[in-house]
């Protein structure tokens, strides 16, 4: 009876008519944003987070975020169907069969079983996250500082290792997130690291300076880059008088659904979690078990449902650890944290006995949130291809003029502006170079709180590195993360094992 009244009292804070606005507000600004070429739900939340720093109640904002959040996903499938252009990894996907059906005039239907997978996906996701955020939280009391530190090493190792396409890159790009972490005033001692004398860097570097750099300025600059490469041409709606979905199509939807429901949310409560792995995996699924395969790659429509399911699924997932343990999992994960700690809160165990009024009106907002979103969008659907055609230079133009503002209404300083266009120059080469950006932002705010772990750890042990190595759990989610890192290389080990048996049962049949 506890669940049901903390939930009934969330939703009370939310159904006031201000907390109502905020989500109605975040919904629309984040479907708008997320619409736009190449923007994803980190980026949206990044342009926007400076201005909710005014505001005087952090349940407005967070409700805000959460809106954001859905609306930015919902708004990137509509960019990826139409136009063929993800904002993010997690929606490349559901856009290899969107972008078909749109091209065969099926538009609508593709939007349509985009739309309604989300909804599915995130109310069933979103009672998962209130069945089980609080049984979490209370495990989580348990962990020791060696649990913490492991924790977050498992974070950090497995994104980096599982999201990019090279290890190599990942780990080089955990480093530098970890070296700009560590820019500042030592937290222990009071000693200046990597300051270079420079009294700007005494404080580090700000984690939403960090945030909009990489992603509204380096993706901006990354885009204008490109511009002459990217699609112009936004794929027809199909008639007015048309229906969304068939009898056939609802059919074929429903089932890739609650699969992708299924595959999303429990990969998203992992601490190795994201959006990536399952939106592929359900892909994969999906198009190994259909009847009909030869759609496949022309616009089969169970691999928008799937992958849209999966992806929004693990949305709720994701806020499991990054309100239990303080570890976020995605780049948005990170983005959303960095948004706490500017209102002063520290998500974690504690989270739901200091903060409970807000992390039950949170979580009642996903479902206000997710309904508000299938009310509005899809009889909206034709304003966001307006959107859609708004000129790109003028686009791009805008979103840095946004940027700069944020980032100078939350500093008060040039320098700090400078600073985040000097971020944003090295996110640019970094996706140029194909560098993931996301372990760069865990690094800055998982570095810090891994390096704070690991001196408690050996201050309670008096020095003694076994504490390490003795703590069963300790030890589990140390061999997790190395596990991690081996991980991708094990279908190259196992192929070329496959390879060297043939070659020497060739060879000794020739003898």
Do not use: C
């Amino acid at each position: 009876m506890n669940l049901v009244s903390d939930l009934l009292g969330g939703f009370a804070t939310v159904l006031s008519p201000e907390n109502l606005l905020y989500a109605a507000i975040g919904v629309t600004v984040g479907t708008f944003v997320g619409v736009l070429p190449g923007i994803g739900p980190a980026l949206t939340i990044a342009l926007l987070l400076p201005i909710t720093f005014s505001l005087d109640s952090p349940t407005g904002a967070f409700i805000m975020f959460a809106g954001i959040y859905y609306g930015a996903m919902y708004g990137g499938s509509t960019t990826s169907i139409l136009l063929n252009t993800p904002g993010e990894s997690a929606s490349v996907a559901s856009a290899i069969e969107g972008h078909q059906m749109a091209r065969r005039g099926r538009a609508k239907a593709a939007l349509a079983t985009a739309a309604i997978g989300s909804f599915v996906a995130g109310t069933i996701s979103t009672i998962g996250l209130t069945l089980f955020a609080e049984p979490v939280a209370s495990l989580a009391v348990t962990f020791r500082a060696s649990d913490y530190f492991a924790l977050a090493v498992l974070a950090m190792v497995s994104v980096t290792a599982l999201v990019g396409r090279s290890l190599v890159r990942g780990l080089i790009s955990l480093s530098l997130g970890l070296f700009i972490g560590l820019i500042g005033l030592d937290q222990l001692t009071g000693q200046a690291r990597f300051t270079w004398d420079s009294m700007q860097l005494f404080e580090g570097i700000d984690i939403v300076i960090v945030i909009v750099g990489l992603f509204a300025v380096g993706e901006t600059l990354h885009i204008a880059a490109r511009l002459g490469r990217l699609p112009e041409t936004v794929a027809p709606l199909g008639p007015t008088g048309k229906g969304w979905m068939s009898r056939r199509d609802w059919s074929r939807s429903w089932r890739p659904w609650l699969r992708g429901t299924a595959v999303g949310f429990p990969f998203g409560a992992l601490p190795a979690g994201g959006a990536d792995i399952p939106t592929f995996l359900s892909y994969t699924y999906e198009k190994h078990r259909s009847k009909n395969k030869a759609e496949f790659g022309k616009g089969a429509i169970e691999g928008v449902a799937g992958p849209e399911a999966a992806n929004n699924a693990a949305f709720s997932g994701v806020l499991i650890p990054l309100l239990t343990l303080g570890i976020p999992t995605s780049a948005t994960a990170a983005v959303m944290l960095a948004s706490f700690q500017g209102f002063d809160i520290q998500p974690g165990p504690q989270l739901f006995e200091n903060s409970s009024t807000l992390v039950w009106a949170l979580i009642a907002s996903l479902y206000i949130g997710n309904l508000m979103l299938l009310v509005l969008n899809l009889p909206l659907i034709r304003v966001w291809i307006m959107v859609l055609k708004i000129p790109r230079p003028s686009l791009y133009a805008g979103i840095l003029v946004f940027a700069t503002l944020g980032v100078y209404a939350v500093s008060g300083s040039v320098d700090q502006v400078l600073i985040a266009y000097g971020v944003g120059v090295l996110g640019f080469f970094m996706r140029r170079y194909e560098f993931p950006i996301a372990p760069v932002i865990l690094g800055v705010i998982l570095g810090p709180m891994m390096e704070l772990q690991f001196r408690r750890a050996l201050t309670v042990s008096n020095g003694d590195m076994s504490v390490f190595y003795t703590r069963p759990l300790t030890v589990a989610l140390l061999a997790l993360a190395a596990i991690a890192v081996v991980l991708p290389y094990l279908p190259r080990l196992i192929a070329g094992m496959r390879g060297r048996s043939a070659e020497r049962f060739a060879f000794g049949e020739d003898d």
